[in-house]
Structures are given as C-alpha cells and as structure tokens.
C-alpha cells in the first residue's frame, strides 16, 4: 500500500497513477454526471459477479473457532474503471445491443470516458480532507485461478482486519475475468452516513474530471455526428468528443499479393 495526501493505492506504482483509464457507460449516465455534477459508486453487491464482496459477506472462524460476520461489509463503496484504450469485449459488454418493441436493432447507446487514477482518486480523496487517504482508495483488481481465491479467502483478513486488508478483498477477482484489466475506486463510509443507501454520490467538476469522450465505433458516421451534437449540447463540455475507429480500416492498408 502507498499513500498520497488524499488516497491510497492498491497493487499500483506511483507511475501508474497518471497512467489514463477508461469507463463505458450509457449516454444518458454521462448526461447526468454532467448535470447533477456528481460521481456515483455502488456497493459492491450490487456489481454482477455474485463472487464481488463474497469474502465480507461471508461467515468467518476467529482463532478460537467462533463463527463471526464482517459488519462492515455494507460499508464500501465501489466504481470500475479499465485501463483498456482499444477493446471490442468492453463496448460489446458495457453497451449492449438495444432493440426496440418491434425487434429493430437500436444504435449502440454507450460512449466511453477517459481520466486518470490519480484525477479519479483525488475527486473522492481531496473532500474528505485528513480523511483521505482512509476513506478513498484506488487499487488495480488482481485476477486469481479458483485455488488461489480460495486460499485468499481463507487468510486475506487472518493476520489483520484493516482498511487495506478490507480493499484487498475488493481487489481480487476469478481469472475468466482477467480481460477487463480492471482498477477500482473504493470509499469507506466510516461513519456510516450512507448506510440506507446502496450508491454513494459525491461531488465533482465532471469537466475537469473527463479528459475526453469517445463514441461506441458501431455508430454510422451520421449516427456519431448526431450523438456528438447532442453531447455537446447537454453537457457543454469543451474537451474531445469523437467516435472510436476501432472498426475502421486505415486508408494506408496494402494488401500484397
């Protein structure tokens, strides 16, 4: 674990830090980033692994044999991230096909933004003040074969329960997931401020926040034009807005025969 005056890291290097990382989500999320100016962060149960939060939620042994539970296990907050530029598995899963009543195939809905983990961390570090660095915490997932999950659920919280050992526990996840390169943002609500809620929203400028804005590639060039427009229009935002070439052929392609 290191340490900045706002946040922890996990299973990071101090370079890593202002290394970009990239989050798709539907059109109208952002929209609404934009106009609440808020960043919003689930319990982990709430994430589709049922593995996610599974060490916390369970029934623990003390050393005498005790059967005990984690209280704190509703106390987390979690937002994932991935530090993948270019991946067709990200957009195919995080901006699903849509269909309308009658079986029409809609235009892909997700778009992706782009920051950097220390930008991220420090918009939910920076507000707690001298609480940083114990309420706001970034960490990249480590993917484990299901022996090594096991094991890490057995002795992850064995030596000591503490505010890393609690992030490591949200930091691990099965290896069929390894694809997703993944990197969390985490906040603890220690003082259980929270407790009746299963998001946590927090305050942000989503301008200097989001370094830019990128289009789901499966967009037609008139589709993304209009997604564009509409982008600018509902969020002001100044910075890059464009559509992702990620299906596109480079015009210098020569095929030799």
């Known amino acids: ?82 530090t993948l530029k270019a991946s067709d598995a990200m957009w195919r899963i995080y901006s699903p096909d849509r269909f309308d009543v009658d079986g029409k195939k809609l235009p892909p809905n997700g778009l992706r933004i782009k920051t950097t983990m220390r930008k991220l961390a420090d918009s939910l570090g920076q507000p707690c003040g001298k609480f940083g660095p114990v309420q706001s915490s ?35 996840k099965r290896k069929a997931f390894s694809h997703e390169r993944e990197i969390r943002l985490i906040y603890s609500d220690i003082n259980n401020s929270h407790s009746d809620s ?21 967009l037609t060039p008139e589709e993304a034009k209009a997604v564009k427009a509409e982008v600018r229009s509902k969020t002001k935002f100044k910075g890059t807005v464009k559509r992702s070439f990620l299906y596109t052929l480079s015009d210098d392609l020569v095929v030799n025969v």
């Not at 999950?149 to 526990?169: C, H, P, V, W, Y």
């Not at 200097?208 to 289009?215: F, G, T, V």
Request: charged letters at 30%.
């Open 138 to 172: 970034i960490g990249k997932v480590r993917y484990l074969k299901d022996a090594e999950l096991k094991d890490f659920a057995k002795n992850g919280l064995r030596s000591a329960i503490t505010g890393e050992s609690i992030a490591q526990t949200l930091l691990a």
């Open 1 to 82: 674990m290191a340490q900045t005056e706002s946040f922890s890291f996990y299973n990071l290097e101090n370079d890593d830090l202002d290394k970009p990382i990239y989050r798709i989500f539907p059109k109208e999320r952002l929209i609404q980033m934009f106009d609440e100016q808020k960043n919003v962060l689930v319990r982990p149960g709430k994430w589709e692994d049922p593995f996610e939060n599974f060490i916390l939620k369970s029934t623990a042994m003390d050393s005498e044999g005790n059967k005990v539970t984690f209280s704190f296990h509703d106390e987390y907050y979690g937002q994932c991230w991935t």
């Open 198 to 218: 299963d998001i946590y929203k927090y305050k942000i400028d989503p301008h200097d926040l989001i370094d830019q804005i990128m289009l789901d590639p499966r």
